[in-house]
């Protein structure tokens, strides 16, 4: 065996790399497997709970993007998120807003076709870009305001659905089994918190805000732009790009004076000029309620437990509200990052001036970060608005034309928030949760040959007693 191992050394190399990755994507394959195992149990266990026969199962409707993750988010869903719906027993509707071709369709789904007045909660899957898509609508009505709205991390990119989740070692989240199955069981030991996106806005152009989860612009974005394009030149696509960008960059500051400029204004925590309707909720919380003449005869000796009530501080006004700083963008090649943070009046903003022929390097140079209210861009905006992307997105695709004159590109937090829910940090996976699952392995094998799935809660109850 040796002497043949070494007379076909190359042939025995192969083998060996092949057997290691089948091995390795095996492993993998096995560990997801029992991870899902896992979480139906714990599923089932929710749904073991009977319901008298005059109540309802909670109902949710599921948005589905069909498109997202490359067109890998349905067998995804059909894998991972659609056998825990069914075991923990909600009323699940499922629509698919990727085949939505009118321009009124999708409101009409959302506002009528869904019955928002019925639904306990909303489920979106997809990416940033699913969540851009429907937000101008979910803003648009005050029920899906209320409704809290699962994500369910199946995208190319998930800048905003990872300020939801546990930080991960994955680098697509839809790898993560685990918080996949986190994000469903999450309607019931998740937290729900409200959150604003960011809403870009262009002053010549009849097209609604733009809501978006990220923003870029700079020479960076620019070179990966480039790279994609020249894909064809493999490992040469990099110093290609770098000298192509460099003197387009050198022609543009020969043949043009402008010298673009950011203007952005500081946080304001809340004072009069940007609030003027705090003076009337101080003024409603300072009054106290003036005592009748039959209360007094009539008062109780009993002692009820007033609820506790935060005291409101007088407001003032800040000096330095609304005032806004212009800063140089043209001086040297520059990148910025637009991002949102757990503020609710203020979002980040990540800036960088030093230089590097390829790619960006996030340790070798750090950036500058700081809070800002708005931001917009001076003096001609079309021609930066043609290299900036929203949610990993250019934005000529969203507009359509690139020739028009876009006017103002103003960046700001959006009036408006929707609830989300956020997964705990204390996974079920790592607490190794000793319930055991309420089924008989037998029935639940037999069952799953047969495809059919444990949803009614009463006869998973007959089933376990």
């Known amino acids: 065996m040796f002497r043949t191992i070494r007379n076909n050394w190359k042939k025995s190399v192969f083998a060996f790399c092949a057997l290691s990755y089948g091995a390795n994507w095996s492993y993998d394959r096995y560990q997801a497997n029992q991870i899902r195992q896992f979480y139906c149990q714990q599923a089932s266990i929710m749904g073991s709970q009977t319901l008298s026969p005059m109540t309802h199962a909670n109902r949710v ?32 509707r499922v629509y698919r807003i990727d085949t939505v071709t009118d321009p009124n369709g999708l409101n009409e789904l959302l506002t009528t076709k869904i019955e928002p007045e019925k639904l306990s909660a909303l489920m979106i899957v997809g990416g940033d ?61 998740g937290k729900v918190v409200r959150k604003p996106l960011l809403k870009i806005t262009m002053s010549n152009t009849s097209e609604k805000p733009t809501y978006a989860a990220t923003f870029e612009l700079g020479h960076y974005t620019r070179l990966e732009q480039l790279q994609k394009r020249l894909w064809y030149f493999s490992y040469l696509k990099y110093p290609v790009s770098s000298i192509y960008l460099y003197i387009a960059n050198s022609v543009k500051s020969i043949l043009s004076s402008e010298q673009p400029s950011l203007v952005y204004s500081n946080p304001c925590s809340g004072c009069l000029r940007c609030q003027p309707s705090l003076m009337d909720q101080y003024r409603l919380s300072q009054e106290k309620p003036k005592s009748t003449f039959f209360s007094r005869i009539y008062r109780s000796n009993r002692t009820n437990p007033k609820p506790v009530v935060p005291e409101l ?87 359509g034309n690139e020739e028009t004159d876009l006017g103002e590109c103003r960046i700001e937090l959006s009036e408006k928030t929707l609830k989300f829910i956020e997964i705990n940090n204390d996974l079920l996976l790592t607490k190794k949760s000793t319930l055991k699952p309420i089924f008989n392995k037998l029935e639940e094998d037999a069952l799953e040959k047969k495809t059919i799935f444990l949803f009614n809660r009463r006869q998973q109850h007959k089933q376990s007693t």
């Not at 409707?61 to 075991?87: C, E, M, R």
């Not at 989240?173 to 994000?183: F, G, N, P, V």
Request: charged fraction near 25%; include cysteine.
């Open 61 to 92: 409707a599921v948005l589905l993007n069909g498109q997202a993750n490359n067109g890998k988010a349905k067998s995804i869903y059909d894998k991972t998120i659609f056998p825990l719906l069914h075991l923990i027993g909600l009323d699940v």
């Open 129 to 189: 870009g699913t969540l851009s898509e429907l937000t101008p609508h979910l803003l648009q009505s005050s029920v899906l305001q209320n409704l809290p709205i699962c994500i369910i991390p199946i995208g190319e990119h998930l800048s905003f659905a990872r300020s939801l989740f546990p930080t991960t070692n994955k680098k697509k989240l839809h790898d993560d089994i685990t918080l996949l199955c986190e994000s469903v069981l999450g309607l019931f030991n």
């Open 313 to 399: 501080t007088e407001p003032v006004e800040n000096p330095n509200c609304g005032i806004e700083y212009c800063m140089n963008l043209d001086k040297e090649p520059v990148q910025l990052w637009a991002k949102l943070t757990n503020d609710d009046r203020s979002f980040e903003i990540d800036l960088s001036n030093r230089f590097e022929r390829f790619n960006y390097d996030k340790v070798k140079y750090p950036k500058e970060s700081f809070n800002v209210q708005h931001i917009r861009f001076y003096p001609n905006p079309n021609i930066i608005s043609l290299h900036m992307l929203i949610n990993h997105e250019k934005l000529d695709k969203k507009k």
